[in-house]
């Protein structure tokens, strides 16, 4: 998959490259997340890192791609905002160090095999610390049963209702911002979470 978002981000233009997305825009522009240390996990076409950078946040953004990166740090300096860009993936951290006020992820952790979904959670929970507010968004459905034979062949699948609770529930608490079925097309619904991380207590 990385060399196909490589060759992507270098040489095409992603069916995603949609700017910055609605729900994160309404936190932002509505107040409810306030500028502060940010990072963007998963960074891709770079408009939800940028469009946080213009809103005054102080902002990372990190990708696996090298060729996502690149273009992060040429629409960054084409729209004249400072990011900070680093290379790094997400199941395997090394370079993204310190923790941050809020995260967002527009659709790498359901793009995940279960095993890498799991390493995912261990190198970012300690990007967080009590009270981070974390942005998720995530293909969601009920799979049909040619997609459960696909998921034992590839490991790989949409995130099911209740599956982003049950994962991230210990250690964040949920609020569901969007929930959409969508009536064509291979992807066939899709959520969005705003999670906070929980206080710990003794």
């Known amino acids: 998959m990385k060399y196909f978002y490589d060759w992507l981000y270098r040489y ?30 998963g960074c891709g076409t770079a408009s939800n890192a940028i469009f946080l950078a213009q809103h005054g946040f102080d902002v990372t953004g990190t990708d696996y791609s090298p060729a996502a990166i690149a273009l992060g740090q040429k629409r960054g300096a084409q729209a004249g905002v400072t990011v900070n860009w680093i290379e790094d993936d997400l199941t395997h951290l090394q370079r993204v160090r ?13 793009d995940l095999s279960l095993p890498d979904r799991q390493a995912y959670r261990r190198n970012v929970l300690p990007l967080t610390h009590a009270k981070s507010r974390f942005l998720i968004y995530v293909h969601q459905w009920q799979p049909r049963p040619l997609e459960r034979a696909l998921d034992r062949v590839l490991g790989m699948r949409p995130m099911q209702p209740g599956e982003v609770a049950a994962d991230f529930g210990p250690d964040f608490t949920l609020e569901t911002l969007a929930e959409r079925s969508l009536a064509s097309g291979i992807i066939r619904g899709e959520a969005v979470y705003l999670m906070t991380r929980r206080v710990e207590t003794q």
């Open 12 to 41: 095409a233009r992603a069916p995603w490259d949609l700017g910055p997305r609605k729900e994160l825009v309404e936190v932002v522009e509505n107040g409810r997340i306030k500028p502060c240390k940010a990072i963007d996990l």
């Open 98 to 110: 310190g923790q941050f006020d809020f995260l967002v992820d527009w659709g790498v952790y359901d």
